[in-house]
């Protein structure tokens, strides 16, 4: 296997969060790289050379300004993806890299991507904007009282219901210094000895000489020891998936276990991205799709729930004076860090110019047909109006939302609700 990428490239959620570091002040120039992947052969063996193709095209733009030495500086992180083989094995549906200074990010994406690449002096991370902006991705966690397993879903919605095609592992890091594991199970996390039948904790004597220890036999009960063990994992498991996946996706998190155990993991976690529903079902006795399908029927009232918030709170702040409706007003807000948060009507592009210092947009018409050139410059000879707004938004700490046309509040596309007047 060629030489790993996981020196010098992090592959990271997508979130808000990392929209916002993305779009941090950074030496130039920036390298922006969206390619569209395959999940199976044999249609995945089009990746790796339509990767290295959008490559050259980026070696070709920095060329006409970089020296040969800085170039293959700029490069290094790219090209030490190309060689990744089991990387390209364990693709998605679409996939971003953002590379400056010699070193790179990389983002797996559930949803396909125009091919693009370019060279500028800041990221062009609309694609990545549209897929933060999304409310229809989730994580889930199928948990037993022995392991637990974590997914990244995307839920697909129509009038007929909810849908989620795939659900893709998410590693966990048992305890510092470990690799990442699929399955997290008790033996990673607690001695193989807490497992022995009849188990006390000898304390201090009448006399204040107790010897500390374990000792077999006892009056413990074994059923009373696989309880105390069972808490000890649950603990465990909580503060993995709350510090390694949720505090970085930022994404609703499914709870897919037994009734009992589900009981006692929700009265122990302190993950506030825990929904309150559970799947109620043993994961072990679920094929992929069964849970698949589970976690898609929870997820739906999660997602009709979050809506009919968001609507609601927009109609407040309407009555108070603290939303709005049309564009351009919405685009100057958001240069001046007013903007709460942003509903956007999801998949319209809005083409544009939009002046990042004063907000001001000039609409340029119809959108251009063609995103996947290449070169020493973005493609989209204009802005992604929504996107951009969008992006601003998330820049200055705001929150944005992308929903269905026949749940926006407004007919413009776009609906904001201010922090003040």
């Not at 790179?104 to 062009?124: D, E, G, M, S, Y």
């Amino acid at each position: 296997m060629a030489t790993s990428a996981a020196e010098h490239v992090d592959v990271e959620p997508v979130s808000a969060a990392a929209v916002r570091s993305l779009l941090e002040p950074r030496h130039p120039p920036c390298l922006s790289l969206f390619l569209p992947t395959h999940r199976n052969v044999p249609d995945n063996r089009v990746d790796r050379p339509a990767y290295r193709h959008l490559v050259e095209a980026l070696e070709l733009a920095l060329s006409m300004s970089k020296p040969r030495d800085e170039i293959e500086r700029l490069l290094a992180p790219f090209r030490l993806l190309a060689d990744d083989v089991g990387f390209w094995e364990h693709a998605r549906d679409g996939l971003a890299v953002f590379g400056s200074d010699g070193r790179a990010r990389v983002f797996l994406l559930q949803r396909p991507v125009v091919p693009l690449a370019v060279v500028t002096r800041r990221f062009h991370t609309m694609p990545l904007v549209r897929a933060v902006m999304a409310c229809d991705r989730f994580n889930v966690l199928a948990l037993t009282s022995r392991s637990a397993r974590v997914f990244e879903g995307t839920a697909w919605h129509d009038p007929r219901g909810t849908t989620v095609d795939v659900l893709d592992p998410v590693p966990l890091v048992p305890l510092p210094g470990r690799p990442a594991l699929a399955d997290l199970t008790r033996g990673d996390v607690i001695d193989e000895e807490t497992f022995e039948p009849h188990r006390v904790q000898r304390g201090m004597g009448p006399a204040g000489l107790g010897t500390s220890g374990v000792v077999h036999g006892g009056f413990g009960a074994k059923r009373d020891d696989i309880d105390a063990d069972t808490e000890i994992f649950l603990r465990h498991v909580d503060g993995c998936v709350r510090d390694q996946v949720s505090r970085r996706s930022d994404l609703p998190l499914v709870l897919v276990a037994g009734a009992r155990l589900a009981a006692t993991f929700r009265g122990l976690s302190t993950n506030e991205l825990l929904i309150d529903e559970p799947v109620v079902k043993d994961p072990h006795l679920l094929a992929d799709r069964e849970l698949a399908a589970d976690v898609a029927t929870v997820f739906r009232r999660v997602h009709l729930d979050r809506i009919g918030r968001e609507l609601r709170a927009f109609r407040q702040a309407r009555d108070r004076g603290l939303a709005a409706s049309d564009l351009a007003d919405i685009a100057r807000a958001s240069v001046a860090g007013q903007v709460a948060t942003l509903l956007v009507e999801a998949d319209r592009f809005e083409a544009g110019r939009f002046d990042r210092d004063t907000g001001a947009i000039e609409l340029d018409g119809e959108p251009p047909p063609d995103l996947s050139r290449t070169g020493d410059r973005a493609a989209v000879r204009a802005d992604d109006l929504f996107g951009a707004v969008a992006e601003t938004v998330l820049m200055h700490g705001g929150d944005v939302l992308a929903l269905a046309r026949n749940d926006m509040p407004t007919e413009t596309g776009v609906a904001a609700i201010y922090r003040y007047a």
